[in-house]
């Protein structure tokens, strides 16, 4: 059960670093609301602080769960510049 956490908080870390790096990447500002944008960037430093302090030793469900709606944030924000870039 060990191995099914760690893999699912590897997961959750990947997608914030994910989510980081398209929300500050400057061709994707346009994509998001600048405002928004800044309080989302906060919310994931705050997770990656929690991350590695109360959330360190959590189960799977509970990483997987926060893995899968920063995965679902980075799909429509992804689907949102591609509906975009063909216009």
């Known amino acids: 059960?060990?191995?099914r956490s760690d893999i699912a908080k590897n997961?959750?870390?990947?997608m914030i670093y994910k989510l980081k790096d398209f929300?500050?990447?400057d061709e994707n500002h346009k994509y998001?609301?600048?405002?928004?944008?800044l309080i989302y960037l906060e919310q994931l430093s705050e997770m990656e602080d929690w991350l590695y302090?109360?959330?360190?030793?959590?189960?799977?469900?509970?990483?997987?769960n926060k893995a899968k709606?920063?995965?679902?944030?980075y799909n429509?924000?992804?689907r949102f510049k591609t509906?975009?870039?063909y216009r």
């Open 83 to 85: 509906e975009h870039s």
């Open 11 to 14: 997961d959750f870390e990947s």
């Open 69 to 73: 709606n920063l995965t679902d944030d």
């Open 23 to 25: 929300l500050n990447e």
């Open 53 to 64: 302090d109360e959330g360190a030793d959590m189960n799977y469900t509970v990483y997987n």
């Open 1 to 3: 059960m060990l191995f």
């Open 32 to 37: 998001v609301d600048e405002a928004q944008r």
């Open 76 to 78: 429509r924000y992804n």
